[in-house]
């Protein structure tokens, strides 16, 4: 599988920004996909996760009821919207995917895009 993630930008904190990522080939939906993202000096951190079928996610703390995962099979693509958005949230955002569950942990995921650049101003 390969990914493709785009729809990074420079924003100001508060306004939405939603990251895209394609994925090519024709297994999609039986993958689990997740995004992560790391900030400049910091680890590569979880950020969320969708399930093969769409129907459940996981989200971490920092995130959760703001950021929102989602997934069309028909584009072969997975979302991460991403709302109230705060200087914090300033890293570059990978999406990934992996076949061993809604996984938080980095060393589950088999594939990774190669990043989009998420900035927020204050």
């Known amino acids: 599988v390969q990914l493709q993630a785009c729809g990074g930008g420079l924003v100001q904190a508060g306004p939405s920004l939603t990251l895209s990522c394609g994925a090519e080939?024709?297994?999609?939906?039986?993958?689990?996909m997740g995004w992560f993202r790391q900030a400049p000096g910091k680890e590569r951190e979880f950020v969320a996760v969708?399930?093969?079928?769409?129907?459940?996610?996981l989200y971490a703390d920092s995130v959760k009821g703001r950021f929102t995962i989602s997934r069309e099979y028909r584009k072969n693509t997975v979302y991460l919207q991403l709302d109230s958005l705060q200087p914090e949230d300033t890293a570059l955002y990978y999406c990934a995917a992996g076949r061993r569950g809604l996984r938080v942990e980095r060393s589950y995921y088999d594939y990774w895009g190669q990043g989009t650049e998420v900035t927020v101003s204050s």
């Open positions: 080939g024709h297994t999609f939906n039986t993958y689990v």
């Open positions: 969708i399930g093969w079928s769409g129907d459940r996610a």
